[in-house]
């Protein structure tokens, strides 16, 4: 295919991703590094990658500076399984857990995916990969009600947490499956260099999320569109250019990133980068990273540009990545030697 075609491709699915965004109905979590969680990014890069398998992880504290922060946590493995159905088809196969914390209700969103895809390659160009996958899951949602206050206990003259609150929680605790699925392609230039594109839809299934059995209730589709593009601008430098849009019913974000790095070590892929980002309407990010050899880890600090920046004093997130790839170690195969018939 040739690279034209493969451009067409990616702005079909930008198109897509945000028309279907537009007629989407909690917000989901988010994150400042949206490449370096794939997975969660959009399930069909399920073993889109590499190498035999896959491990990344995220942990991201946000806005430290008001009384209660926020917090998350993101890990997710997967692997691949080549030559299936043909030479050039590949299914990939993944796992996902996600961990989000907020507000003096400590409210708690427990997330379970296990991502699948089915990429195929194509004989004539074999640079070209796209992936279709599936995310079915099970999310649940809790809060605690320990350090919460309500008018109810004010006795006159003061607070008494011993005073009864006069509400009534049916339940602290809501469990529901969930469904997304997404598409992806990749095109692999030269250099180590390459750009992926893809779309996604989460929440296929509009679990009701109240904790009051109220009906109408329901979580909204998201949807997702990325754009990410390396590209050695010499031997020893490269570019990277990352571009991000999620929809979720009233919510909206759009990140652009851009980085340069540096390589120190060709043979053993060791290299450091830095750059900046932007969550449109609400945040300036700064980006340093390293790759080590198999290992990628990366650094993003959130400052604070909304109007939330009064409580914030600036002072956004700080949120850290890593992502290890595993190689299977080579299957030893005996030198062959020549038996003599005459001894």
Not at 64 to 90: A, E
Not at 245 to 251: D, K, R
Not at 328 to 343: A, E, H, L, Q
Request: charged share 20%.
């Amino acid at each position: 295919m040739k690279k034209s075609s493969f451009i067409l491709l990616t702005i079909s699915l930008l198109l897509l991703g945000e028309g279907l965004g537009m007629r989407a109905f909690a917000q989901d979590i988010h994150l400042s590094q949206f490449w370096a969680n794939p997975l969660y990014l959009n399930p069909a890069q399920a073993g889109m990658f590499d190498g035999d398998y896959r491990v990344a992880g995220a942990f991201r504290n946000q806005w430290r500076t008001v009384p209660v922060n926020y917090t998350t946590f993101s890990i997710c493995g997967d692997t691949k399984y080549n030559n299936v159905l043909s030479q050039y088809g590949t299914v990939g196969a993944g796992v996902i857990f996600n961990n989000d914390n907020s507000g003096d209700s400590r409210y708690t969103i427990n997330q379970f995916y296990i991502p699948l895809s089915y990429i195929q390659k194509f004989k004539g160009d074999t640079n070209l990969s796209v992936s279709l996958g599936i995310s079915p899951g099970v999310s649940n949602l809790s809060f605690n009600t320990k350090k919460l206050t309500y008018d109810d206990q004010f006795n006159g003259d003061a607070y008494d947490p011993t005073l009864p609150s006069g509400e009534y929680y049916p339940t602290q605790s809501k469990t529901y499956f969930d469904l997304g699925t997404g598409l992806a392609a990749q095109y692999k230039l030269k250099g180590l260099g390459y750009i992926s594109a893809g779309t996604s839809l989460s929440h296929l299934t509009r679990p009701n999320v109240s904790f009051f059995k109220t009906e109408g209730v329901d979580l909204y589709m998201k949807s997702n569109s990325y754009v990410n593009f390396k590209y050695p601008i010499k031997e020893l430098l490269y570019l990277h250019l990352d571009a991000m849009y999620e929809h979720q019913g009233p919510f909206h974000e759009t990140i652009l990133a851009g980085r340069i790095a540096y390589v120190l070590d060709k043979k053993d892929n060791i290299s450091v980068n830095a750059g900046l980002s932007a969550r449109l309407q609400d945040a300036f990010i700064l980006l340093l990273g390293m790759d080590y050899k198999r290992l990628r880890c990366g650094v993003a600090y959130d400052i604070n540009t909304s109007n939330f920046k009064a409580a914030t004093n600036e002072r956004g997130a700080i949120e850290v990545s890593l992502l290890y790839i595993i190689n299977k170690p080579p299957v030893f195969t005996p030198k062959k030697r020549s038996c003599p018939v005459d001894m």
